[in-house]
């Protein structure tokens, strides 16, 4: 069942701040916790640092493979989590894995760049995002908020909900 809302968000405008695209893998299903800082390496730009409204965020790892039975990235309970632009299964995936992310009583804000010098901007949540990626977004509770919300852009892509709302 999804809660679609109408929800206003408000970015703050960070002057001069350079976007990365950050992608989260480590092999510790304790640690695999939105803001677990040392877990988000970088393709560009600064790794080992929690991703911000600017920041392109891409999950592939095999670390997060929720049909091998690994623990999904989650957004727990008290954290806040902001990008601006996540997708999930991003890359072909020959072994099929599934990528998975939950949001766990938190919050994921996937918001707009306010960068005029950068022109539009994509500001979109992608679940199967490439052709042979494969992705799972499982909302237990909390709030997910994206302009754009696509479910299998190529790839395949899952979203469960149970007790979460979906804001647009």
Known sequence: MFRFLG???????????SA??????????????????????????AAGVLPKTNDTVTLNSSYLNVAAGRVPLTIP?????????????????ADRRVVGLKVDGGSLAVR??????????????????????????????????????????AGDGVVTNTAGFVCM
């Open 7 to 17: 929800c206003a968000l408000v970015a703050a405008v960070v002057q001069g701040a």
């Open 20 to 45: 990365s695209d950050l992608y989260f893998s480590i092999d510790d299903d304790t640690k695999k916790d939105w803001s677990y800082a040392p877990g988000w390496k970088a393709n560009s730009g």
């Open 77 to 93: 309970e008290g954290v806040d989590a902001t990008c601006h632009s996540l997708w999930i299964g991003s890359i072909a995936q």
């Open 112 to 153: 707009r760049r306010d960068d005029p010098e950068k022109g539009d901007s994509w500001n979109v949540l992608t679940v199967g995002h490439a052709k042979d990626g494969y992705g799972l977004l499982d909302l237990a509770r909390g709030r997910v908020s994206a302009k754009y919300f696509v479910i299998g852009r």
